[in-house]
C-alpha cells in the first residue's frame, strides 16, 4: 500500500484547505482510514478518522471545523479544514489500517499564518 497526501500549503486564520489522499495497492474500502497531524515540538496526534463503514471520529480541537470524508471508488481520503487557526499549523499525514497493518503517507506541510 502507498498513500499519497497533497493539499497542504500556507493559509491565513480563518480560511479553508482541502487535504487528499489517494492510496494505491489497496484494498481501499475494507481500510480505516484518518488524519493524523504533527505540529513544531509536539507529538503527533489524531485529528480525525473514518472507518470503511462511514464512521467519522474528530478530536475536540477541531469538531466543527473539520470534515473527514472518503471516496471508495477514488481510493481516496480527504480532509476539509475550515476556519484555520495557527494551532492548526502541523505537518498532516494520512493513515490506512487493515488487518494486514498500518501504512503512513509522506504528510503535507499546513502552515496557518498572517
Known amino acids: 500500500v502507498q498513500l499519497q497526501a497533497s493539499g497542504g500549503g500556507l493559509v491565513q486564520p480563518g480560511g479553508s484547505l482541502r487535504l487528499s489522499c489517494v492510496a494505491s495497492?489497496?484494498?481501499?474500502?475494507?481500510?480505516?482510514m484518518a488524519w493524523y497531524r504533527q505540529a513544531p515540538g509536539k507529538q503527533r496526534e489524531l485529528v480525525a478518522s473514518?472507518?470503511?463503514?462511514?464512521?467519522?471520529n474528530y478530536v475536540d480541537s477541531v469538531k466543527g471545523r473539520f470534515t473527514v470524508s472518503r471516496d471508495n471508488a477514488k481510493k481516496a481520503l480527504y480532509l476539509q479544514m475550515n476556519s484555520l487557526k495557527p494551532g492548526d499549523t502541523a505537518v498532516y499525514y494520512c493513515?490506512?489500517?487493515?488487518?494486514?497493518?498500518?501504512?503512513w503517507g509522506q504528510g503535507t506541510l499546513v502552515t496557518v499564518s498572517s
Open positions: 473514518i472507518t470503511s463503514g462511514g464512521l467519522t
Open positions: 493513515t490506512h489500517t487493515t488487518v494486514n497493518g498500518n501504512t
Open positions: 495497492g489497496s484494498i481501499f474500502k475494507l481500510a480505516g
